[in-house]
Structure formats: structure tokens, C-alpha cells
């Protein structure tokens, strides 16, 4: 608002303002969490934080969110079941199938 303006007739609009910006969720900052996640399902988020030099509440966010990790007995677990981890469990289910034929008996 300019000076000597009416505030009731002004229209408002975003304007930039003075802040930090959110350059946590870069690429290069999920890239390194990814990285410390897979090398160790048990890190803690406070690891995280302090080792990519971002807030607790980026890496919450970075984690649960971007990535789709979330929490199971202590470790950090996929959502959703990437295409390695498919194709292992297909692998698997057809040697238990294979063994499972051998020993039944007929």
C-alpha cells in the first residue's frame, strides 16, 4: 500500500518478501537422503539432519513425503514396492513353488 492510499480500496496481491527459501527439497538434498536411507534403514532423522545440514522438519518431509519412506520396527521402509523389489519377490515365490513340487507327494 502506497502512501496516502485507501486500505479499502487497494487490491492485494503476493509481493516478495524477505524470508528463506525452501532450497531443501533440491534434488541434491533427496539424492543425499535417498543415499544415507538405503546405506542404513535405521538412521534416525536427527542423523539426517545434521549430516545434510537441513532442518528435522525438511528431512521429515523430504522422507515421508517425497521419498515415500515410512517407518516399520525401527526401520525406514518403501511405501510402495520399487521394481528390484518386485522382481525379487517373483524370484523367490517361483524357487518356493519349485521346491514346494519336489517335495509333495503325489
Keep these: 500500500m502506497r502512501k ?3 486500505p479499502r480500496e487497494t487490491i492485494l496481491r503476493d509481493q516478495k518478501h524477505s524470508g528463506r527459501p525452501l532450497s531443501a527439497s533440491v534434488t541434491a538434498h533427496r539424492e543425499k537422503v535417498d543415499c544415507m ?8 532423522q536427527k542423523k539426517i ?5 537441513i532442518s528435522k ?3 521429515h518431509h523430504i522422507v515421508s513425503t517425497v521419498l515415500g519412506y515410512r517407518k ?8 510402495h514396492l520399487t521394481v528390484e523389489m518386485k522382481a525379487q ?3 523367490m515365490c517361483t524357487q518356493l513353488l519349485e521346491l514346494s513340487t519336489v517335495f509333495i507327494l503325489p
Design 37 to 44: 536411507i538405503r546405506a542404513n534403514r535405521r538412521v534416525k
Design 57 to 59: 522438519e525438511r528431512v
Design 4 to 6: 496516502g492510499e485507501d
Design 49 to 53: 539432519a545434521n549430516a545434510g545440514g
Design 72 to 79: 516399520v520396527s525401527a526401520r525406514w521402509v518403501p511405501r
Design 89 to 91: 519377490r517373483k524370484d
